[in-house]
Structures are given as C-alpha cells and as structure tokens.
C-alpha cells in the first residue's frame, strides 16, 4: 500500500511564525502535491513537484513556498504565518504525470491554526 | 452532488440499504475519474477509479457509474455500513493535467 506521512497533525502556531509542514511518500513517486481544504471550498492546490527540485504553482501559492531535495519528501513552508492559514493541510502523490490514469494518494492531513 | 455553498449536501441512508452518491462534473474533455472516502479528522481515501472509455467499474461493495452524455459520475455503495459515514467526493482530470476535485456529499447512515 501506499503510505503518506505527514509528520505533524496538529500544530498551533503565532502570526509571523514561519512554519514548515512536512511530507513523506515511500511508493517513490514522481509527484507530490501540497492542497489546503477548508469548509465549502474543497481541495485547493497550492504546489506540486514533478521532479526532484522542481515545483510547480498551484491555485493558491501566495503566501507559501516548498522544497523538494529529496524524491521521497516535500515540504511545505509558511515563510510568515498569518491567520488566513488556518486550514487543514493535505499532502498527496502520485506515480506519474506521464499516465493520466495514476491515482493521487493523500496523507492524513496536518491541522494547522495560527492564532 | 456538489456543494452549493458552505453546506455539503447530506445523504441519509439506513443501514443495510444501497447508497448513491451523484456528482456532476466540468470538462467534458476529463478522461479519469476517482472516488474518495474521508472520514472526520482524517485525509481522503481513495476508493475506487475509472477511465473514461468504461461506463461502469465495480469494486468491493462499491460500483462507479460514468455518464458521460451528460457529465454524470456516481459511486454506488451495496449494504451501507455505519462505517460507511463520510464525505464522499469526486475527482476528474483530463490527460496530464490537474485533478480538480469537487466539494463532497456526506453519507449518514442511520442504525
């Protein structure tokens, strides 16, 4: 099976804190994707990777920045944490964009409230 | 269904019985469809998937329906279990492009 950890579930963070979310898949996976999800609004996605050192914008990106150094983590940076922030938190991958049949894996979430 | 605001539509279904669970989709153009489970608290679970040359693919107690006359994707669930409760959501994406997710109904079912 495939398994995605997310390493924090719940964090409580203050306005102006940076914050780093992080992410691990161990399918080796080509991609890995960042969303947020809040009430009414769904799955919003605010980066993917597709390679080692490479990202992409997603919907939402302003505000946050990500890092991939490593195939198997992706980590999801709040450079300065505001209250708008406050969400669930989702990271998810999957084989390959090259097969357009290649279900997307979520983690668990990381519950995030900046306060 | 889809979302009409803040509320998810709610599905309430007593147990034991079959569920069904609509969603409408965008791009006519989408060539893959997923289900996702995801119970309180917790991340989505993928739950069943198809592509668009198929009508109809069945899983373990579940079966997804594609209509793609009309946009039309359902997910079938055979004898709800309470543990069946959750927000159900749909995903479609076209080739190597981004999967868009809808907003989810949530299936209550009732002892």
């Known amino acids: 099976d495939v398994k995605v950890t997310q390493s924090s579930r719940y964090l409580v963070k203050r306005t102006g804190e940076k914050v780093f979310l992080e992410c691990v898949q161990d399918m080796d996976h080509e991609n890995m994707f960042w969303y947020r999800q809040d009430p009414g609004l769904g799955l919003r996605l605010i980066y993917f990777?597709?390679?080692?050192?490479?990202?992409e914008k997603g919907d939402i990106p302003e505000g946050y920045s990500v890092s991939r150094e490593k195939k198997e983590r992706f980590s999801l940076i709040l450079e300065s944490a505001s209250t708008n922030q406050t969400s669930m938190y989702l990271c998810a991958s999957s084989l390959s964009l090259m097969n357009s049949g290649n279900t997307i894996y979520f983690g668990e979430g990381s519950w995030l409230t900046v306060v | 269904g889809e979302s009409v605001g803040l509320h998810l539509p709610t599905l309430s279904v007593q147990e034991g019985d079959n569920s069904i669970i609509n969603c409408a989709y965008s791009?006519?153009?989408?060539?893959?469809f997923i289900w996702y489970k995801q119970e309180s608290g917790k991340g989505p679970q993928f739950i069943i998937d198809?592509?668009?040359?198929?009508d109809k693919r069945q899983g373990q107690r579940v079966t997804v329906l594609l209509n793609k006359t009309v946009k039309h994707l359902s997910l079938q669930i055979a004898a709800t279990q309470p543990g069946d409760s959750a927000v159900y959501f749909c995903a479609e994406r076209q080739g190597y492009q981004k999967v868009t997710f809808g907003i989810g109904t949530k299936l209550q079912v009732i002892p």
């Open positions: 990777s597709y390679d080692v050192k490479m990202k």
């Open positions: 791009n006519s153009a989408s060539d893959y």
């Open positions: 198809i592509r668009s040359n198929m």
